[in-house]
């Protein structure tokens, strides 16, 4: 008898999951939450109106920026975006009729941003971030639309994804959306200027910094929770915490902050790596209101104030000891002539060292993989260039390195923990 009824029990629970895992599988809790009123075209009139919001936004979004290789046609896609699953290549966004989005309707859009699902309910992956593209104003949608929509169309066919993404493995980014894809909305506080408003819905939705900059859960997901707080390893670069605390700890103002973002230039050294793609593609192209509202979100704490910039760290006693000081003789030798004895820089030559994020940052990883990689010769705004930052990698052993970096860490960082050549070995060579 009890056996039985443990067994109907069973049977009935298994039937109740997989029927719910068909639900989840079929998409019964994505909905769409696209406003209802976008059924009808946009008019050429609204389309006109439209354009210079829509060209703004999608500079803020860096839609072009990762929908298109470098040297190639302008939102023809073919990116690689490396995952341990397998590598996924963004898609021709142009207008092009057969590989592009040409044939969207207005709604079709409306749900790829807001939803992460393409027409014919083909699931996106979360390589386009619709996590955050998702609090969007439809009105804002709108200017997108009329913008890309007005671009060039290119004929260029999508690149095959590898690895898993080769598979028909879409439906189930129903599960990963039930865990990972929040209902947010735009941030909202009280008695936030327009300006703090503004920068909230840049950066926590079109800007999609927290991409980068928020740590992932197991299953890839953004943990919301600790936003842009850092942590993670993007494209062998541990992005650093840009919470208005340590922003201010890293010495940066809104004023600073703002220029460094549009300039990709500040005190506290220049983006390189994936920052660099950012700062030169997205927020060097915004307009000057724009990349100030996103400085005064990031630099407002939580009590609603702005932070102050604190002063730099205090060279520690240890970087006068002995050990340390052949780490100093290294810089003298290898560094000083681009980045300056004291390690305060060299306009258009070099960017300082004392109070430098990479020196700073509790990981040493982006200071030696910068020391023996070097960066690649990059242009800033205004035509500002420098030179390019030389990898030490044939030139020093792992000892010397883990020995300046230490030295530099201790002078200009305020990091005591000294740094080993296992340390310095562990970084990937460059690519
Ligand atoms: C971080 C990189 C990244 C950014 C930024 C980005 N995208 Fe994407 N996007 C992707 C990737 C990768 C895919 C392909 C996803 C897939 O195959 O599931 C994609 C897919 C799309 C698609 C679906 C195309 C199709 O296959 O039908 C559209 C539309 C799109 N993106 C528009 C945009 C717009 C508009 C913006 C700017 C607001 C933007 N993307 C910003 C990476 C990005
Ligand atoms: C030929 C000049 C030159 C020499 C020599 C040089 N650097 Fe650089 N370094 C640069 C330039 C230029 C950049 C900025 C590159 C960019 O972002 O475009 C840079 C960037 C850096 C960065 C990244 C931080 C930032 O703000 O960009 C670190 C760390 C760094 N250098 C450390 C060193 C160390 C340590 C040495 C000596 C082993 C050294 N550099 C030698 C020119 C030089
Ligand atoms: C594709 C990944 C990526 C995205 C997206 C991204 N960042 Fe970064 N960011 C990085 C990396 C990597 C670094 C460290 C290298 C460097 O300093 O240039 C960095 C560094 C920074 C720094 C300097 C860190 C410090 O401690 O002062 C700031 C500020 C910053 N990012 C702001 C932003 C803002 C604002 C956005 C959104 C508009 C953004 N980032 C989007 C990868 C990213």
Not at 43 to 58: H, N
Not at 168 to 192: C, K, S, T
Not at 217 to 239: H, I, K
């Amino acid at each position: 008898m009890k056996s039985n009824r443990l067994r109907n029990g069973l049977v009935g629970f298994i039937g109740v999951a997989v029927l719910l895992a068909l639900a989840v599988l079929l998409g019964v809790f994505r909905p769409s939450t696209v406003a209802p009123d976008v059924q009808q075209p946009l008019t050429d009139a609204q389309t006109r109106e439209l354009l210079p919001r829509g060209r703004e936004l999608a500079l803020a979004g860096n839609c072009m920026g990762c929908h298109s290789l470098p040297q190639g046609p302008r939102g023809a896609g073919g990116v690689p975006i490396d995952t341990p699953f397998g590598t996924l290549y963004s898609t021709n966004i142009t207008p092009d009729k057969t590989y592009g989005i040409g044939k969207y309707s207005r709604e079709d859009f409306h749900r790829v941003l807001r939803d992460g699902i393409a027409p014919g309910n083909r699931n996106l992956y979360p390589g386009m971030p619709f996590v955050f593209t998702h609090i969007t104003r439809a009105e804002d949608i709108d200017a997108l639309y009329a913008y890309i929509m007005s671009l060039p169309s290119i004929t260029e066919p999508n690149v095959a994804n590898t690895g898993v993404f080769r598979l028909p493995v879409r439906p189930f980014m129903n599960f990963w959306a039930l865990i990972n894809f929040p209902d947010r909305q735009p941030p909202v506080r009280e008695g936030a200027s327009e300006q703090w408003l503004r920068g909230a819905y840049l950066v926590e939705g079109l800007g999609h910094c927290g991409a980068c900059h928020t740590p992932r859960n197991v299953t890839m997901g953004v943990s919301f929770a600790r936003s842009l707080e850092g942590g993670d390893v993007v494209d062998g670069l541990v992005v650093p915490d840009i919470t208005a605390q340590t922003l201010a700890k890293r010495g940066f103002n809104t004023q600073s902050l703002s220029e460094y973002l549009s300039s990709g230039i500040s005190a506290q050294g220049t983006a390189f790596g994936s920052m660099y793609t950012v700062t030169h593609f997205s927020t060097s192209a915004m307009q000057a209101a724009d990349v100030d509202a996103i400085a005064s979100y990031l630099m407002t704490g939580k009590d609603g104030q702005l932070l102050k910039p604190a002063k730099g760290p205090e060279p520690l006693p240890a970087a006068s000891d002995t050990p340390l000081q052949r780490g100093r003789l290294s810089y003298l030798s290898a560094c000083a002539g681009c980045h300056g004895t004291n390690g305060e820089g060299i306009p258009n030559v070099a960017p300082p060292m004392n109070g430098n994020i990479a020196v700073v940052m509790d990981s040493p990883v982006n200071l030696l993989t910068v020391i023996l990689q070097g960066v690649p010769t990059q242009t800033f705004t205004g035509n500002q260039r420098m030179y390019a930052m030389p990898g030490f990698a044939d030139r020093m052993s792992a000892e010397e390195v883990a020995g300046l970096a230490s030295w530099m860490r201790a002078q200009w960082g305020g990091q005591g923990k000294a740094i080993t050549a296992e340390q310095v070995e562990a970084i990937a060579p460059a690519k």
